[in-house]
Nanobody
Framework: QVRLVESGGDLVQPGGSLRLSCAAS????????MGWYRQAPGKQRVLVAS???????KYEDSVKGRFTVSRDNANNAVYLQMNSLQFEDTAVYYC????????????????WGQGTQVTVSS
């Protein structure tokens, strides 16, 4: 019923930039918080950044000042602008959204995208 499709992952040199995109589609009534998580090899999936429907944002400490999360409510999309990328940013990045479907209103459920690989390497 809902799909989250990410794009934008790539191989980039240290200090470079990437912009990740995630678009939600389906029988959507409303999307609450949207966010980006990442999972490095052998590590747990962790929250990188999130943004509420009203535009309030949160960031993991290591990305503050380098990453910017934004969203387009009209198109059910969320973005992650990543600047000054470091080796430690290498991970699979996952989009997450808390979505209320028309068919299950008012109950929200969490949904995940399939992930997009970001590799920072020289």
């Amino acid at each position: 019923q809902v799909r989250l499709v990410e794009s934008g992952g790539d191989l980039v040199q240290p200090g470079g930039s990437l912009r990740l995109s995630c678009a939600a589609s389906g029988n959507i009534f409303r999307i609450n918080t949207m966010g980006w998580y990442r999972q490095a090899p052998g590590k747990q999936r962790v929250l990188v950044a999130s943004i509420t429907s009203g535009g309030s944002t949160k960031y993991e400490d290591s990305v503050k000042g380098r990453f910017t999360v934004s969203r387009d409510n009209a198109n059910n999309a969320v973005y992650l602008q990543m600047n000054s990328l470091q080796f430690e940013d290498t991970a699979v990045y996952y989009c997450n959204a808390e979505i209320i479907l028309r068919s299950t209103w008012p109950r929200p459920n969490g949904y995940w995208g399939q992930g997009t690989q970001v590799t920072v390497s020289s």
